[in-house]
């Protein structure tokens, strides 16, 4: 699903500047409306989320990447015993161990802290205003999932 999304975002990105709107109203140029719905609401206003707008499978592709890593990093707290013990030397003690256990722990804490703010600002809006960003945010959180789900396979 993340590779498609890329794929979109990277066509959706590169296409022309001038697009059909979806809602069967006349072209759209540079994200400005040319035309508006029935109460006279335009259908596309300057790269805002709204339902003419042709990055919206941009911002659906960011969504399910960053959810895709709140996932993965949620793994790390079952993982964390593993994590922790692959990391240590065959002799460690049980004062590094539990050291270790919670700073593996804090970090993951504070991963999910920061993914609960870009989630925040995502459904705000206040963080969709470029689609290079967006696009950004997006291979950056399935990077994330990815190596995220690999270190925790591999310490299993």
Known sequence: INAGGVCCGFVLLLSSRTTRNINGG????CGVASTTDELGIPTVSKGKLMFGNKFVALYLFRFVALLSHVIATSFIYGAAPYLVRAGLPHDFSHDAYSKRETNVIAFASV?????????ALMAFG??????????????AHALGAFFTMWAVADAW
């Open 26 to 29: 006349g072209w759209v140029r």
């Open 126 to 139: 206040a963080s969709l205003w470029s689609p290079g960003i967006t696009l950004f945010h997006g291979v």
């Open 111 to 119: 991963i999910l802290a920061c993914q609960g703010v870009d989630a």
